[in-house]
């Protein structure tokens, strides 16, 4: 058993942020480069987003065998292998002489990413105790929220002045910095065990999540009548529910879904799933609405988002010591409360809505996410025994790119269906400013769907309870 009352959490805390921040900026300093890419490869918009489609994907499959990978090797191997096949695929990327390489070189930094964000927040779990764990998890918080937030509008600046490989450029320095720090400061903190490996398992894990992943990206890329879109997410759906039969029967399962008989975990589960639902896609209705209907450049309408990723960043850790001081309560169900009045917000926007007036809803949406995440994965986690950690945090992290593609593809789907119901009522459906009012049509009815998921994860937060861990009740025997 690993002694874990000596160790310094500080440099570990500091290895591991730095990991994450090069991972989770990395993850939206591509949105604005698509079109500098388009025209540097002579691509279409199809192939390119393959950029993103590719990367989401890989990180979707990889992610549930991480639980496995934990039990396997130390903190030290996964993370240095992490990162370094991170730092592999950024240069990869940045030296890409063709686009079928520079797609090799996301894949390989998504096999990274894949691998880094169950281990980070599992070795949170495991180094701090659960009265602390809060303000730890609000530390990452602040790091997963800012560094996306922060990158469009980076993307814009490198992309109107500098060649799109300095968005590669700029990581590798980061990502060199977070190995060394590792290798210097990072300790073993799991045990490994080394379980059976059941192949079948990871190849119907595979199957599954990848293919859900694949089919709802591209039914959100070009809709549900293109062939096989819900072939795909059959197959998919039919080798998932393999797969859980499969773990259930297991003994040493690679995702252990037993971690759902603990109530509490199994709420917090599927109030990420469809909060994650909402964030994913607001995320991508917003920049469509200021770019498509009030005519903003990419580079401003990530300077429009800016302040409310900054006030989310900011917010992760203060949410994260409100959480150890008061519990999970206080902080969801007013933040869910927030995000729903946000959204409802949403719906009301038009070509007439002032940039400033969308910066406070997003600023309010935002804060209202803060008070949400960090407080509800917490509070699910500290519901689980030590040795389901790892397979918890797989499981939300599982949950939360899944729940991004499914979420994106509805909302553009309705969107698209309302955009085309606005335009099939009027006299001249080709004219521009038909088309742009089409537009704002469509993008609130996405919100109002929005609303809708808003309102069912409030109904679900209000049955949330902070309990006792079974580490507290362990002690107290």
């Known amino acids: 058993m690993i002694d874990l009352n000596n160790i310094r959490r500080g440099p570990i805390m500091l290895a591991l942020i730095i990991g994450m921040f090069v991972a989770a900026l990395n993850e939206t300093l591509m949105g604005n480069a698509l079109p500098a890419l388009m025209q540097s490869f002579d691509a279409s918009a199809a192939t390119v987003q393959w950029l993103s489609t590719a990367y989401l994907l890989v990180v979707g499959v990889l992610v549930p065998i991480t639980a496995i990978l934990q039990q396997w090797f130390t903190t030290r191997q996964l993370f240095l292998s992490a990162m370094g096949l991170f730092f592999i695929g950024t240069v990869i990327s940045a030296v890409s002489p063709v686009f079928s390489v520079l797609l090799i070189g996301r894949i390989i930094q998504a096999l990274g990413t894949g691998m880094l964000l169950p281990l980070v927040m599992n070795v949170i779990m495991t180094i701090y105790p659960p009265e602390k764990r809060g303000g730890a998890m609000g530390m990452l918080g602040l790091v997963v929220m800012f560094a996306p937030a922060i990158g469009p509008t980076i993307s814009g600046l490198i992309v109107d002045g500098l060649s799109w490989r300095w968005l590669f450029y700029l990581v590798i320095p980061f990502a060199l910095i977070s190995i060394f720090v590792g290798a210097a400061v990072l300790k073993n903190v799991s045990e490994v065990t080394k379980p059976r490996i059941d192949f079948l398992s990871i190849v119907l894990s595979t199957i599954g999540f990848g293919e859900i992943v694949y089919g709802f990206s591209s039914a959100g890329e070009h809709g549900w009548a293109v062939p096989g879109v819900i072939w795909t997410i059959a197959v998919g ?77 900011v917010m992760a850790p203060i949410s994260g010591k409100l959480f150890d001081k008061f519990g999970p309560r ?26 400033s007036f969308i910066v406070s809803v997003h600023i309010a949406l935002m804060i209202g996410i803060a008070l949400v995440m960090m407080p509800a994965q917490t509070t699910g986690l500290n519901q689980l025994p030590r040795n389901l950690h790892p397979h918890g945090t797989a499981i939300l992290n599982t949950l939360q790119q899944v729940a991004g593609a499914i979420g994106t593809a509805l909302y553009i789907s309705i969107m698209s269906g309302g955009q085309k119901q606005y335009l099939s009522g009027v006299s001249d459906p080709s004219a521009s400013s038909e088309i742009t009012k089409g537009l704002a049509a469509g993008i609130n009815n996405a919100f109002w769907f929005g609303v809708i998921v808003a309102l069912i994860a409030l109904g679900i937060g209000l049955f949330l309870r902070k309990g006792k861990s079974p580490e507290h009740e362990q002690l107290a025997e």
């Open 237 to 313: 759906g039919v080798a998932l529910l393999l797969f859980v039969w499969r773990q259930l029967k297991l003994e040493q399962p690679i995702m252990d879904l037993r971690a759902f008989r603990y109530p509490t975990f199994a709420l917090v589960a599927v109030l990420l799933f469809v909060l994650m639902m909402t964030f994913f896609s607001s995320a991508i209705m917003l920049p469509m609405f200021m770019q498509g209907v009030l005519l903003i450049t990419a580079f401003k309408s990530g300077l429009i988002l800016l302040p409310g990723g900054i006030v989310n960043g």
């Open 330 to 355: 206080i902080l969801i169900i007013p933040g869910l409360t927030i995000a729903v009045i946000s959204l409802w917000q949403f719906t009301r926007f038009n070509e007439a809505t002032s940039t």
